[in-house]
């Protein structure tokens, strides 16, 4: 690939996932002008909690912490989710809550 097929490629790429974050950023930050708060809000809880991801199932726990976060960014800011429904979220919720106790479950009998 020369210098300008990659360029154009990189361009492409980019403006794609500009318009991702422009449809799913307001289901993340729900009202507030920090783009950023999501994640902040998720270490804080995996800090509180212990998460440290040195098992799968810690791997699970941040999902399960991720999907409550935005459910109650949606929920504090009365926002329609932009992307993802909130009964979506709430599905992936439990579906991550299972893989957390089947993750927790193998690691009890390593």
């Known amino acids: 690939m020369d210098e300008q097929a990659y360029i154009r490629l990189t361009e492409t790429n980019f403006k794609r996932r500009i318009g991702i974050h422009k ?3 307001a289901d993340y930050t729900a ?3 920090d783009v950023l708060l999501n994640f902040k809000k ?3 809880i995996c800090c509180i909690l212990e998460v440290d991801f040195v098992n799968e ?4 726990m941040f999902h399960i912490i991720h999907k409550l976060v935005r ?7 009365g926002c329609l989710p932009q992307s993802e429904s909130r009964e979506d979220t ?5 579906n ?4 957390y106790a089947a993750l927790a479950e193998e690691e009890r009998h390593r």
Do not use: F, I, T
Not at 57 to 60: G, I, L, N
Not at 90 to 94: M, P, R, T
């Open 71 to 77: 459910e109650m960014q949606l929920k504090k800011a």
């Open 90 to 94: 709430l599905l992936d919720l439990a």
């Open 31 to 33: 009202g507030s002008e």
């Open 23 to 25: 449809e799913r950023s």
């Open 96 to 99: 991550y809550v299972d893989l």
């Open 57 to 60: 199932s810690d791997a699970a």
């Open 42 to 44: 998720v270490a804080q």
